[in-house]
Nanobody
Framework: QVQLVESGGGLVQAGGSLKLSCAAS????????MGWYRQTPGNQRELVAT???????NYAESVKGRFTISRDFAKNTVSLQMNGLKPEDTAAYYC????????????????WGQGTQVTVSS
């Protein structure tokens, strides 16, 4: 009922492209910040890109110039266009929303999606 659902992961060759999408469930009215994080086995989850309601963007240095984050504020979706993919981009990618307001006016601090796997082969 209150969840983020990711899609678009898969297997691509180095230099290829993927587009990840994340949709908030209907109970979610709005979120201040939505974005993407990634994690590989045995490593810390790290920020990839975020986009806030005031249009502030943050990108990891390793993806600048290759990845682009966008939001549809009316639909409460966030997407990540990934171009020029490299093997080191291989990871589980997680959607995250912060400062969430539900239709009931209840507030939630942070919500994570289940993750979608991106694998880049060389």
């Amino acid at each position: 009922q209150v969840q983020l659902v990711e899609s678009g992961g898969g297997l691509v060759q180095a230099g290829g492209s993927l587009k990840l999408s994340c949709a908030a469930s209907d109970l979610i009215l709005k979120a201040n910040t939505m974005g993407w994080y990634r994690q590989t086995p045995g490593n810390q989850r790290e920020l990839v890109a975020t986009l806030s309601s005031d249009h502030t963007m943050n990108y990891a240095e390793s993806v600048k110039g290759r990845f682009t984050i966008s939001r549809d504020f009316a639909k409460n979706t966030v997407s990540l266009q990934m171009n020029g993919l490299k093997p080191e981009d291989t990871a589980a990618y997680y959607c995250r929303a912060d400062q969430i307001v539900l239709l009931t006016s209840e507030q939630i601090g942070t919500l994570w999606g289940q993750g979608t796997q991106v694998t880049v082969s060389s």
